[in-house]
């Protein structure tokens, strides 16, 4: 069952256009979401994170939403850039203290140029 | 080198084959973790550990031991690789600031 949900497993955008890529969860208990990017042959990296006690949180071209009465999490880049293209995971923990975390699939996105 | 390192980064064994895959963190990091990378399932916990000597299953252990005598280092064993194990494995570690830190990868294949 899978808790965390990328329906999108690739998105094409173009360069300076904004990209969304979207995550559902199913648990309410979930406190604590992340997003990260990941390139080929290289580990994820950490891109940003909000607390379920927020509904937005901005890091430059990159801002994530969270509606928690939908269950849904949003990253919105603005704008896109080549630079950009990578596959993207979200992940959400629960109030445990142990940070674990449940990714979701994945989405892959390209800029085009 | 700073940072978190995985060992070896490719290493094909054959079914029932014990292989241990190395993790090294120099942060000093309390929590480390081993994730599995698959097609069609993202990022699956196998096992985390909280600090040394306290470790913990994930979502996907079966199959697979570890262990944390030093803090700094956490292997994985694959006791008798399956075909199915064969994906990418990642180490990861953070000091429980919430977000965590990545390995390169290592990709196992098992023939």
């Known amino acids: 069952d899978q808790q965390v949900k990328q329906n999108s497993p690739s998105l094409s955008v173009q360069e300076g256009r904004i990209s969304i890529l979207n995550c559902d969860y199913t648990?309410?208990?979930?406190?604590?979401f992340l997003w990260y990017k990941k390139y080929p042959a290289e580990g994820p990296t950490f891109l940003i994170s909000?607390?379920?006690?927020?509904d937005k949180n901005e890091d430059g071209r990159f801002t994530v939403f969270l509606n928690k009465s939908a269950k849904h999490l949003s990253l919105h880049i603005v704008p896109s850039q080549p630079g950009d293209s990578a596959v993207y995971f979200c992940?959400?923990?629960?109030?445990?203290?142990?940070?674990?975390?449940?990714f979701g699939t994945g989405t892959r996105l390209k800029v085009l140029a | 080198d700073a940072g978190i390192t995985q060992s070896p980064r490719y290493k094909i064994t054959e079914t029932g084959r014990q292989v241990t895959l190395m993790c090294h963190q120099t942060?000093?990091?309390?929590?480390m973790f081993w994730y599995r990378q698959d097609l069609g399932h993202g990022l699956r916990l196998i096992y985390y550990?909280?600090?040394?000597?306290?470790?913990d299953k994930g979502e996907v252990p079966d199959g697979y031991v570890v262990s944390r005598s030093k803090t700094e280092n956490f292997p994985l064993t694959l006791e008798s690789a399956t075909r199915s194990q064969t994906s990418v494995y990642f180490c990861?570690?953070?000091?429980?600031?919430?977000?965590?830190?990545f390995g390169p990868g290592t990709r196992l294949t098992v023939t």
């Open positions: 990861a570690s953070t000091s429980g600031t919430g977000e965590q830190y």
């Open positions: 648990n309410s208990m979930f406190d604590y």
């Open positions: 909000i607390s379920s006690i927020k």
């Open positions: 992940a959400a923990s629960l109030p445990s203290g142990t940070y674990k975390y449940i």
């Open positions: 942060w000093s990091h309390s929590y």
């Open positions: 550990s909280a600090a040394a000597d306290i470790t």
